[in-house]
């Protein structure tokens, strides 16, 4: 069986059904969706659909855990609603719903040795003392060791990830496709106006296709 790892697909619906194709996807494969799911690009509903309706699996992006809020009345006091999320919320119906809210915040494959995640894990932490903040939100660790959700703090927390798991995530669109030892990094950037990608197992293979356009400014 193959495995197609796909990174942040933001709503871009046509871009996935490209992908789906130039990998050469067909029912037996399994599919799985690298989180962000929904938001910033122009069919939120559409990518949710057709990953219900075709059984993909997935893990829950740190915008698709915003929309997830909001929609159960948890939003923050005195927060406003940004209209790309907004968009969300007016357009997924109930079965959506149903299926983000079934997300989980990583998953493991053991058949492949590879754990998937929306935006990391940190270096020597147990798996299950992760926790989903950096596990929806991480991009570096700093030189003392520190996670961060900023680019800026420190290296790519990839690049030091041990293994022996390879973990495939996404949420760096500004780091971009990402290849470390035993991390894979697949946010391209597509709804930037970039790429979306696959990593397809057991070929180990990266497929990718370009955005129709930039439906948002990085």
Same mark, same amino acid.
């Given at each position: 069986?193959?495995?197609?790892?796909?990174?942040?697909?933001?709503?871009?619906?046509?871009?996935?059904?490209?992908?789906?194709?130039?990998? =050469?996807?067909?029912?037996?494969?399994?599919?799985?969706?690298?989180?962000?799911?929904?938001?910033?690009?122009?069919?939120? $509903? =559409?990518?949710?659909?057709?990953?219900?309706?075709?059984?993909?699996?997935?893990?829950?992006?740190?915008?698709?855990?915003?929309?997830?809020? *909001?929609?159960?009345?948890?939003?923050?006091?005195?927060?406003?609603?940004?209209?790309?999320?907004? +968009?969300?919320?007016?357009?997924?119906?109930?079965?959506? *719903?149903?299926?983000?809210?079934?997300?989980?915040?990583?998953?493991?494959?053991?058949?492949?040795?590879?754990?998937?995640?929306?935006?990391?894990?940190?270096? =020597?932490?147990?798996?299950?003392? +992760?926790?989903?903040?950096?596990?929806?939100?991480?991009?570096?660790?700093?030189?003392?060791?520190?996670?961060?959700?900023?680019?800026?703090?420190?290296?790519? *927390?990839?690049?030091?990830?041990?293994?022996?798991?390879?973990?495939?995530?996404?949420?760096? $669109?500004?780091?971009?496709? +990402?290849?470390?030892?035993?991390?894979?990094?697949?946010?391209?950037?597509?709804?930037?106006?970039?790429?979306?990608?696959?990593?397809?197992?057991?070929?180990?293979?990266?497929?990718?296709?370009?955005? $129709?356009?930039?439906?948002? $400014?990085?």
């Amino acid at each position: 069986m193959r495995t197609l790892f796909i990174g942040d697909v933001h709503g871009c619906s046509s871009e996935l059904d490209a992908l789906l194709k130039a990998c =050469g996807w067909t029912p037996a494969d399994r599919v799985v969706l690298v989180g962000d799911l929904v938001a910033k690009g122009p069919d939120s $509903a =559409g990518v949710v659909r057709r990953a219900r309706e075709h059984g993909f699996l997935a893990v829950k992006g740190n915008h698709d855990a915003h929309v997830l809020r *909001w929609h159960a009345g948890r939003a923050a006091k005195g927060k406003k609603l940004k209209p790309e999320h907004r +968009q969300v919320m007016d357009t997924l119906t109930a079965e959506d *719903w149903a299926y983000l809210e079934t997300l989980p915040a990583y998953a493991h494959f053991p058949d492949l040795k590879v754990l998937a995640v929306h935006a990391g894990l940190v270096p =020597g932490v147990p798996l299950a003392e +992760q926790r989903e903040e950096f596990l929806l939100n991480l991009r570096s660790i700093s030189a003392d060791g520190t996670p961060s959700k900023r680019l800026e703090a420190g290296a790519p *927390w990839g690049s030091l990830w041990k293994g022996p798991e390879l973990v495939i995530f996404g949420h760096d $669109a500004m780091r971009g496709l +990402q290849r470390h030892p035993f991390a894979v990094g697949l946010d391209s950037g597509c709804v930037y106006g970039g790429k979306l990608t696959a990593y397809v197992l057991p070929e180990g293979k990266f497929y990718s296709v370009p955005a $129709a356009r930039a439906y948002m $400014a990085l």
